[in-house]
């Protein structure tokens, strides 16, 4: 809702990811749940094309919002989000990454650097709604969003290469 009011392309960008991040916890607790490599590897497959259909809204929106020159606005909502959010997502991070290593698990590592990536997200996405109520810099919001575009396609790109 707050992506929607202000019409921000990172926070509503920010709000996808999210929505991949609990899909990729689902999949992960569905191979958690039965073995084999082929699952693995579906697993994998699942999780990297969310991330690459992320990107590719990331790339229109960004670049059809910094091509017209469209002012989001201020999102006080959306601020107090991705700052808890992101403290919230560095803590699962670790956790994730600790109980992959002790499992011996690809998938379980993967999503760790996943919800790393989402607190590296959250962290982006703060500053780009920081700089446009701040100071002012309507295109900081754009901009976010095409270092959302980055790593998700690095992280799809990875787990489809797994």
Request: no cysteine.
């Amino acid at each position: 809702m707050a992506a929607l009011a202000a019409r921000s392309v990172a926070l509503g960008g920010f709000a996808l990811d999210s929505l991949i991040e609990i899909g990729a916890s689902i999949v992960v607790m569905w191979e958690l749940g039965g073995v084999g490599e082929a699952r693995q590897r579906r697993a994998m497959r699942l999780i990297g094309v969310a991330f690459l259909t992320v990107a590719a809204y990331l790339a229109a929106q960004s670049t059809v919002v910094l091509a017209i020159g469209y002012h989001p606005k201020h999102s006080p909502l959306g601020i107090l989000w991705t700052s808890v959010t992101a403290v919230v997502m560095f803590a699962l991070a670790a956790g994730k990454a600790r109980v992959g290593v002790a499992l011996d698990n690809s998938v379980m590592r993967t999503e760790g650097r996943v919800t790393f990536i989402d607190g590296i997200l959250a962290a982006t996405v703060l500053l780009g709604l920081l700089l446009n109520a701040l100071a002012g810099w309507w295109w900081a919001d754009p901009v976010a969003g095409y270092a959302l575009l980055y790593y998700a396609v690095r992280e799809g790109s990875g787990a489809l290469r797994h």
